[in-house]
């Protein structure tokens, strides 16, 4: 009970010290002074004056949101006395192998800056500036020779160092257990079994109401969608973050999608956010960075090509573009077992006084990157919007598909869920594959990395980022790609060999999310 109540002093101390440094801070403490003028408010009640005063004009609904969306992004207390590290990560094999990956990187980042003699950042001539600005709107049409440019890793690399993660304080001669003798997963970390997973995504019961599901056995599909419309558009009335996060459990209707996303992730556009857009699109401008050509390599062989995104390839320059100069994006290494890379002025090296994180957000792009923004593009058609909303499923989600670490949602723990599932519930098929040399992780690691972006149509893929948002959690990831493997199990067992087993599951765009995961908890799983 004792330490309960210290872990929640500590929550709302850290949560307090945040917000002191927020905009909407000081817009209260704004309002506070305001509101001592009016005659209503007496000096023997100002306390519940001023509180009253608060509830009244909605900034108590909004400070409750901003508490609400810290708690979804806030790691779980840990003792007071413990490193800042333990927060980042709290098992040192994990930091280790996260630590030796980053160098593998910037190895790679710093031998193309070498061969290629290009800087890793550089002001750009006032002609070359005044022509970035005039074609800003229209990057797509540009085509600079990226032909001696490469990703820095693509997915499959990540995959390889996951593979060789192991824990020291198994020896080698210890019994392996058979789960993790026949999963490519080596580590012992816990993960949910499906009665588990039925309790944590209870609301994507067979007797529950979901939007992406075209029968119910209940409710007709038109007037169960009525009526969830008409209780989020009163969600939206509310303006309540939590109460947006648990009705999109069902799915959010296409029209409201865009609001909810933004509510739930405590996005207003305030007028001072679009001054913060404009002037990352400056240093964009002035400032001419080594990711700038990774980043247009990636849009040119993702998105480019995907017949859904195509279109979007302008905004997706000026998001990620926007995005590497955002030092914003730094706050959320204190939670993220990576560590931002360092770069030194020439002729400094080694002397922190000289360093500077590169890029200004600390993430250097990979193959595939710019998928994590494509879809969004269908929600959201201002720029500064779209950034916004983009930043904050990052630095609350997506950055946990590409580093090393155990925490539930993260990469490794969503590849561990994902085998234990097939080899516990579709063993025959799971022992099949790998006779034959297809790992089933080998196929599943490119969607869940994407989480499934560029794979799934992108009416379903929105349908399943709804439940992202509204579970906080990405462990729904590993539960469809495991879905997606018992779906086709009749196929992939008449497989012989990986490429066979691959091109049976090279095309999603025609898959149905809910059902598939209705299907797979509630129905056929006992």
Same mark, same amino acid.
């Given at each position: 009970m004792?330490?309960e109540?210290?872990?929640?002093?500590?929550?709302?101390?850290?949560i307090?010290?945040?917000?002191?440094?927020?905009?909407?801070?000081?817009?209260?403490?704004?309002?506070?002074? !305001?509101?001592?003028?009016?005659?209503e408010?007496?000096?023997?009640?100002?306390k519940e004056?001023?509180?009253?005063?608060?509830?009244?004009?909605?900034?108590?609904?909004?400070?409750?949101?901003?508490v609400?969306?810290?708690?979804?992004?806030?790691?779980l207390?840990?003792?007071?006395s413990?490193?800042?590290?333990?927060?980042k990560?709290?098992?040192?094999?994990?930091?280790? &192998?996260?630590?030796s990956?980053?160098?593998?990187?910037?190895?790679?980042?710093n031998?193309?800056c070498?061969?290629?003699s290009i800087?890793?950042?550089?002001?750009?001539?006032?002609?070359?500036?005044?022509?970035l600005?005039?074609?800003?709107?229209? =990057?797509? #049409?540009d085509?600079?020779?990226?032909?001696?440019?490469? +990703?820095?890793?693509?997915?499959?690399?990540?995959l390889e160092?996951?593979?060789?993660?192991?824990?020291?304080?198994?020896?080698?001669?210890?019994?392996?257990? /058979?789960?993790?003798?026949?999963?490519?997963?080596?580590?012992?970390?816990?993960?949910?079994?499906i009665p588990?997973?039925?309790?944590?995504?209870?609301e994507?019961?067979?007797?529950t109401?979901?939007?992406?599901?075209?029968?119910?056995?209940?409710?007709? +599909?038109?007037?169960?969608?009525?009526?969830?419309?008409? @209780?989020?558009?009163?969600?939206?009335?509310?303006?309540?973050?939590?109460a947006a996060?648990?009705?999109?459990?069902?799915?959010s +209707?296409?029209?409201?999608? &865009?609001?909810?996303?933004?509510?739930?992730?405590?996005?207003?556009?305030?007028?001072?956010?679009?001054?913060y857009?404009?002037?990352?699109?400056?240093?964009?401008?002035?400032?001419?960075?080594?990711?700038? %050509?990774? @980043?247009?390599?990636?849009?040119?062989?993702?998105?480019?090509n995907?017949?859904?995104?195509?279109?979007?390839?302008?905004y997706?320059?000026?998001v990620?573009?926007?995005?590497?100069r955002?030092?914003?994006?730094?706050?959320?290494f204190?939670?993220?077992?990576a %560590?931002?890379?360092?770069?030194?002025?020439?002729?400094?090296?080694?002397?922190?006084e000289? !360093?500077v /994180?590169? +890029?200004?957000?600390?993430?250097?792009?990979?193959h595939?990157?710019? *998928?994590?923004? !494509?879809?969004?593009c269908?929600?959201?058609?201002?720029?500064?919007?779209l950034?916004?909303?983009?930043?904050? *499923?990052?630095?609350? /989600?997506?950055?946990?598909?590409?580093?090393?670490?155990?925490?539930?949602?993260?990469?490794?723990?969503?590849?561990l869920?994902?085998?234990?599932?097939?080899? #516990?519930?579709?063993?025959?098929?799971?022992y099949?594959?790998?006779?034959?040399?297809a790992?089933?992780?080998? @196929?599943?690691?490119?969607? =869940?990395?994407? $989480?499934?972006?560029?794979?799934l !149509?992108?009416?379903?893929?929105?349908?399943l980022w709804?439940?992202i948002?509204?579970?906080?959690?990405?462990?729904?990831? $590993?539960?469809?790609? $495991?879905?997606?493997? $018992?779906?086709?199990?009749?196929n992939? *067992?008449?497989?012989?060999?990986l &490429? &066979?087993?691959?091109?049976?599951?090279?095309?999603?765009?025609?898959?149905?999310v809910?059902?598939?995961?209705? @299907?797979?908890?509630f129905?056929?799983? #006992?």
């Open positions: 004792l330490q109540e210290s872990d929640l002093s500590l929550i709302i101390a850290q307090v010290q945040k917000l002191k440094g927020s905009n909407l801070y000081a817009q209260l403490e704004r309002q506070a002074w !305001a509101c001592l003028q009016r005659p408010i007496r000096l023997e009640s100002l004056d001023i509180k009253e005063f608060f509830k009244v004009s909605g900034w108590e609904k909004k400070l409750q949101n901003a609400y969306s810290e708690l979804n992004v806030f790691p207390p840990s003792h007071p413990a490193p800042p590290e333990h927060l990560e709290p098992l040192v094999y994990m930091r280790k &192998a996260q630590g990956w980053e160098k593998r990187i910037l190895k790679s980042l031998s193309m070498t061969e290629l800087p890793l950042a550089r002001k750009r001539p006032v002609g070359e500036q005044k022509e600005l005039n074609k800003w709107n229209e =990057m797509g #049409t085509e600079p020779d990226l032909s001696l440019f490469r +990703p820095v890793y693509a997915p499959k690399d990540f160092v996951l593979i060789n993660l192991r824990n020291p304080n198994y020896e080698n001669g210890d019994s392996l257990s /058979f789960r993790t003798h026949l999963g490519l997963i080596q580590v012992p970390l816990k993960v949910k079994d588990e997973l039925k309790e944590c995504f209870v994507l019961g067979l007797s109401g979901q939007l992406g599901i075209d029968d119910s056995t209940q409710v007709p +599909p038109e007037l169960f969608e009525n009526e969830h419309v008409r @209780i989020g558009q009163k969600v939206l009335a509310q303006q309540d973050s939590a996060q648990q009705y999109i459990r069902q799915g +209707p296409t029209a409201l999608r &865009a609001e909810l996303w933004a509510l739930i992730l405590n996005i207003s556009s305030q007028p001072e956010d679009i001054l857009y404009e002037q990352l699109k400056t240093n964009v401008i002035q400032h001419d960075l080594l990711v700038d %050509s990774l @980043i247009y390599k990636d849009v040119k062989l993702t998105a480019s995907d017949d859904y995104y195509f279109v979007f390839e302008d997706l320059y000026q990620l573009l926007c995005f590497s955002d030092t914003s994006v730094l706050g959320h204190a939670y993220n077992s %560590s931002p890379p360092k770069s030194y002025i020439r002729g400094k090296l080694g002397l922190e000289y !360093a /994180f590169y +890029p200004p957000n600390g993430v250097i792009p990979f595939g990157f710019s *998928m994590y923004v !494509a879809p969004l269908f929600l959201y058609h201002e720029p500064y919007k950034y916004q909303i983009f930043r904050e *499923m990052y630095v609350r /989600f997506f950055f946990r598909l590409h580093s090393i670490s155990s925490h539930p949602s993260g990469i490794v723990s969503l590849c869920l994902f085998e234990t599932l097939l080899q #516990t519930y579709l063993p025959q098929l799971f099949h594959l790998r006779e034959i040399g790992q089933p992780l080998r @196929i599943s690691f490119k969607w =869940m990395v994407r $989480a499934f972006s560029g794979y !149509a992108t009416d379903q893929l929105l349908l709804d439940r948002l509204g579970y906080n959690s990405l462990e729904i990831l $590993a539960v469809l790609a $495991a879905a997606v493997f $018992a779906f086709r199990a009749v992939l *067992m008449e497989v012989t060999s &490429a &066979a087993a691959e091109a049976v599951l090279a095309d999603l765009s025609t898959l149905k809910m059902p598939l995961l209705q @299907i797979f908890l129905a056929t799983i #006992t």
